[in-house]
C-alpha cells in the first residue's frame, strides 16, 4: 500500500498529501527495518523534505526496493 | 598489538570490564535511518525510544558528508539481537532487530549506500579552501579518505575539480562518534570492540571499516588519527592507506570529521574539521575472512601530551567512490560491532 502510494506521487505529485506521507511514515516505523523497508522510509523522507526537487532519487529508491524485492 | 578471542556461547558477553563509553551497547531503544544531522547533540539522558529519520543514538553522534536528502546525511546502520539463532554448527547469525524493539543491548551493523544521491555529492574536490573547525556543511570534503595505490595517486598529487569521483582511489567514509574527556593522568588509552563480517554479507571490494580515535589540536589545525580497518580478501584489496605525517595536499582528504575537541555550533550541533597536517597509525589491516564469527580486537597508543584534553572515538564504514558512482544496487557489505569500549591508563 504504501508502495503505491510512492508510485502515485511518482506518477502526480500533487496527488499525494504531506498528511498521507507523513501517516505512511509513521505505519513504516512498526514494520522491521529490512532493505525493502529502508527504501520505502527513504523515498517518504526525500518526498517530505524535498518535494519534486528529489523525484529521481525517489524513482531510484522505489528501483531499489523493487530489486530487492524480487531477488 | 591486537589480541584476539573469539566470543563464546550465543549471548554476547561484554568486552572489556572497564569501559569509559557510554551507551556502547545502544541500549537507549534509538533506532536512526536513512538521514540525520552531523553532529546533532541531543540531552543523552532522556534520549530513549526515537527512532526513524533526523534521529541519533544516546552519546553517539552523527557523520557523513554524504548528503542524501535536505540537509540530512546518509545514515546506513541495522540493529540486531545479540543473541544469535543458534543453527547447530556455528554461533549461528544475529536477527534483525525491529524500531520497536524492547530496550537492550544490541549490535550495530554499519553498510554504505551504493549512492552518490546528488550532484552536491559528485564533486571531489568539495570544501576546497575550508580547513580547520567550521560550521558551513556544505564545506565538508566528500572524500574522506584517499589512496595512492589504486586508480590515482592522492597523496602526492592533489584532488582537483576534475578528479572523477568514480577513481577507486577515493573513499567517502561515515562514522559514529563518541566525545571523550582524557583523564589528566591518562598516558595510553586501549580501545577496542567485538567485531564481524558476516559470510552472508561481506565487504564488497575495496569498501572498508573499522575504529578510528582521533585528537585534535585546533589552533594548529592538526589531527592525529590512530586506526584499524577490515576489508575485503582480495589481494586487490590489500593496497595501503596513507600513513605517518600526511603531505598538505593529503591531510585535508584523509580523517575529515566532526572536530573531537565536541564543540558545538549554534544550533547544538558539533562542528566539523578538516586538518591542514595530519599524523596517522594504522595498527591494523585486518582480512574479512577471519572475522565471520565475532572475535575481539584491540589496540593501544600513547596520547598526545597535556591537561583537558580530548579525543573522539568513531565507528566507520568507508565506501570506495567507485562502488558509490556505479550504484550497482548490489551489497555494499556490512560491518558489525558490539560493545566496543574505551579503556585509559
Given at each position: 500500500m504504501i508502495y503505491e502510494l510512492i508510485k502515485t506521487w511518482i506518477d502526480?505529485?500533487?496527488?499525494?498529501?504531506l498528511n498521507e506521507i507523513e501517516s505512511a511514515q509513521q505505519q513504516m516505523?512498526?514494520?522491521?527495518?529490512t532493505g525493502p523497508n529502508l527504501c520505502l522510509i527513504a523515498a517518504l523522507s526525500l518526498i517530505e523534505n524535498n518535494g519534486v526537487d528529489a523525484i529521481e532519487n525517489v524513482r531510484k529508491r522505489i528501483r531499489k526496493y523493487e530489486q530487492e524485492n524480487n531477488s | 598489538m591486537s589480541v584476539v578471542s573469539a566470543a563464546r556461547g550465543l549471548f554476547l558477553a561484554d568486552?572489556?570490564?572497564?569501559?569509559?563509553?557510554?551507551n556502547s551497547k545502544y541500549e537507549k531503544g534509538n533506532y536512526p535511518v536513512w538521514t540525520s544531522f552531523n553532529g546533532y547533540t541531543p540531552?543523552?539522558?532522556?534520549?530513549?525510544n526515537n527512532v526513524g529519520t533526523w534521529k541519533t543514538f544516546a552519546f553517539w553522534r552523527h557523520y557523513s558528508p554524504?548528503?542524501?536528502?535536505s540537509y540530512g546525511s546518509y545514515v546506513g546502520n541495522h540493529m540486531l539481537n545479540r543473541v544469535a539463532d543458534h543453527n547447530?554448527?556455528?554461533r549461528g547469525e544475529n536477527a534483525l532487530l525491529g524500531?520497536?524493539?524492547?530496550i537492550q543491548p544490541r549490535i550495530i551493523k554499519m553498510f554504505g549506500s551504493?549512492?552518490?544521491?546528488?550532484?552536491?555529492?559528485?564533486?571531489?574536490?568539495?570544501?576546497?579552501?575550508t580547513t580547520g573547525q567550521?560550521?558551513?556543511?556544505?564545506?565538508?570534503?566528500?572524500?574522506s579518505n584517499a589512496g595512492s595505490?589504486?586508480?590515482?595517486?592522492?597523496i602526492n598529487n592533489a584532488i582537483t575539480?576534475?578528479?572523477?569521483?568514480?577513481?577507486?582511489s577515493l573513499w567517502c567514509r561515515k562514522d559514529w562518534t563518541q566525545i571523550l574527556d582524557i583523564p589528566d593522568n591518562a598516558t595510553t588509552v586501549k580501545f577496542g570492540a567485538q567485531i564481524k563480517v558476516g559470510a552472508n554479507d561481506k565487504l564488497k571490494i575495496y569498501n572498508f571499516a573499522g575504529i578510528y580515535c582521533a585528537e585534535d589540536n585546533v589552533s594548529t589545525k592538526t589531527r592525529t588519527v590512530n586506526y584499524f580497518r577490515i576489508r575485503h580478501t582480495s589481494a586487490a584489496s590489500n593496497y595501503s592507506l596513507p600513513t605517518g605525517t600526511l603531505s598538505a595536499s593529503a591531510s585535508p582528504y584523509?580523517?575529515?570529521?566532526?572536530?573531537?575537541?565536541?564543540e558545538e555550533d549554534s544550533n547544538g550541533n558539533i562542528k566539523l574539521f578538516t586538518p591542514v597536517s595530519t599524523v596517522v597509525t594504522e595498527h591494523a589491516s585486518l582480512n574479512?575472512?577471519?572475522?565471520e564469527e565475532f572475535k575481539t580486537v584491540e589496540y593501544s597508543f600513547t596520547l598526545q601530551s597535556g591537561t583537558s584534553r580530548k579525543m573522539s572515538f568513531n565507528l566507520f564504514f568507508a565506501e570506495n567512490a567507485y562502488n558509490l558512482a556505479q550504484e550497482a544496487g548490489d551489497l555494499t557489505g556490512g560491518f558489525q560491532v558490539y560493545d566496543p569500549f574505551v579503556e585509559f591508563s
Open positions: 502526480n505529485p500533487a496527488s499525494v498529501t516505523l512498526t514494520q522491521l527495518p | 568486552t572489556n570490564s572497564t569501559n569509559n563509553l557510554a540531552t543523552d539522558a532522556s534520549y530513549t554524504l548528503y542524501n536528502d547447530g554448527t556455528s524500531f520497536d524493539a524492547s551504493e549512492d552518490l544521491f546528488f550532484n552536491i555529492n559528485n564533486n571531489a574536490d568539495r570544501g576546497n579552501g567550521f560550521t558551513n556543511q556544505n564545506s565538508s570534503r566528500i572524500v595505490s589504486l586508480g590515482g595517486d592522492f575539480s576534475s578528479t572523477s569521483m568514480s577513481n577507486t584523509n580523517w575529515t570529521g566532526l572536530v573531537s575537541t565536541g574479512q575472512n577471519d572475522y
